[in-house]
């Protein structure tokens, strides 16, 4: 099947490309309004560039310190109150704002759904653990879109999380730790919980160590209370699938809802963008799981 065939089937299925440069942004702010916490103004000055992946024109966002969150509201005859933070992923050096970003702002909107696409800091700082800096900023995203929901038209018992390699792990630890704050409190917003109220890793990364594959990273802590998950994987993918498996066993064990799809091909960073393999179905099947469990509505 062609590529360019591939894309009109999915066209049809309302899976394809959707138009990110038509979003219009509803509004832009600061996550940390009042200053960064334990920036020391060592980065060098934000940068987007193009790159080319997997035969696509790709945007790449570099060298963050004021991590923002932009905000995409839906059609209001299409919206749910459903809201999505989206961590864009980048090996937490970089991030792929448009198409694991923007792009899936648009998807989102096309569902009814609010789309909050989370610039938070890269490159990995200096002497703390990868996802330290990301984990506050994630954390802080949360607790922002929770106590500005009812001002944004908002339901503050249903936002998610959505992140992709990186980002899905960013997600994950988002996910787990939210009884843990990253930082201090700063304002009234930090009063607001931090705990997403469901989530969908895409392809993530870092979920297990390196050396067995076989035990989840130690950040990671699921319990029963951890929020349901919705996971996608190609076992083609540079990144271990092993990872979310074993992610999805432990979701199981503690009875906690979840749903895995792993595909035999598909490899990593397809975001949104179609292509030969069905692994980029998933969101048609994302869909499907966020009606089946309630939190969008047939």
Request: proline share 8%.
């Amino acid at each position: 099947m062609t590529k360019r065939f591939f894309s009109i089937l999915l066209l049809g299925l309302g899976l394809a490309k959707l138009p990110a440069a038509e979003l219009k942004i509803t509004k832009q702010i600061d996550v940390w309004p009042s200053g960064v916490p334990g920036e020391k103004g060592e980065i060098p000055p934000e940068s987007i560039t193009s790159r080319e992946y997997r035969g696509e024109s790709i945007q790449i966002l570099s060298n963050v310190s004021k991590p923002t969150l932009t905000v995409y509201k839906p059609d209001p005859a299409k919206d749910t109150g459903v809201s999505v933070v989206i961590c864009p992923g980048g090996g937490y050096n970089i991030l792929a704002i448009e198409h694991e970003g923007t792009e899936v702002a648009a998807w989102l909107n096309s569902i009814g759904v609010t789309g909050v696409v989370l610039k938070y800091r890269v490159p990995r700082r200096k002497d703390l653990e990868k996802h330290d800096a990301p984990l506050q900023d994630v954390q802080r995203a949360v607790s922002l879109v929770r106590h500005h929901g009812k001002e944004w038209g908002l339901d503050p018992k249903r936002i998610g999380i959505l992140g992709f390699s990186a980002g899905g792990h960013l997600s994950a630890t988002a996910l787990t730790g939210y009884d843990k704050p990253h930082y201090k409190p700063v304002d009234a917003i930090d009063k607001a919980s931090c705990r997403p109220d469901f989530g969908v890793l895409i392809y993530p990364a870092y979920l297990v160590d390196k050396e067995t594959k076989s035990k989840l990273s130690p950040e990671l802590r699921i319990t029963k209370n951890t929020p349901p998950v919705f996971l996608v994987h190609a076992a083609d993918d540079r990144v271990p699938a092993e990872g979310s498996v074993r992610f999805w066993q432990e979701l199981r064990r503690n009875g906690v809802g979840t749903e895995l799809h792993i595909f035999p091909k598909g490899g990593h960073g397809y975001g949104l963008r179609p292509s030969e393999f069905p692994v980029t179905n998933w969101p048609s099947l994302c869909a499907d799981w966020l009606k089946s469990t309630g939190i969008l509505k047939r």
